[in-house]
């Protein structure tokens, strides 16, 4: 089997501009998730920043502090699954741009 190294370089360099691109709209795209029914919701960037938290004003009524705590921890982990499931699709999709070399595993 005959591997044309130049080709194989050229590919690898628009692979990795194309991941310097993913990780750049990672910092503008978003995900929300909630917890306890929509109680507190919680915003973050694919790159997992978070952007925001809102909690419902009756879930402060109840004076619950534990609660509160528990469904913000809640909501912040599954917005931090999302957003790795979200930067996991996005590099993916550049996945293919390198050709099938055995041994070679990308973690992509």
Request: charged share 20%.
């Amino acid at each position: 089997m005959k591997f044309d190294l130049q080709n194989i370089m050229e590919q690898a360099q628009k692979m990795q501009s194309e991941m310097e691109n993913v990780k750049r709209e990672l910092t503008y795209k978003q995900v929300t998730t909630e917890s306890g029914g929509g109680m507190v919701s919680v915003t973050m960037t694919g790159t997992h920043k978070l952007i925001s938290v809102r909690i419902a004003p009756e879930l402060i009524a109840a004076n619950d502090i534990t609660m509160l705590q528990d469904l913000i921890v809640a909501a912040v982990n599954k917005a931090t699954e999302a957003a790795g499931e979200l930067a996991h699709q996005e590099m993916t999709k550049i996945g293919g741009m390198l050709p099938n070399i055995p041994g070679l595993n990308l973690g992509i």
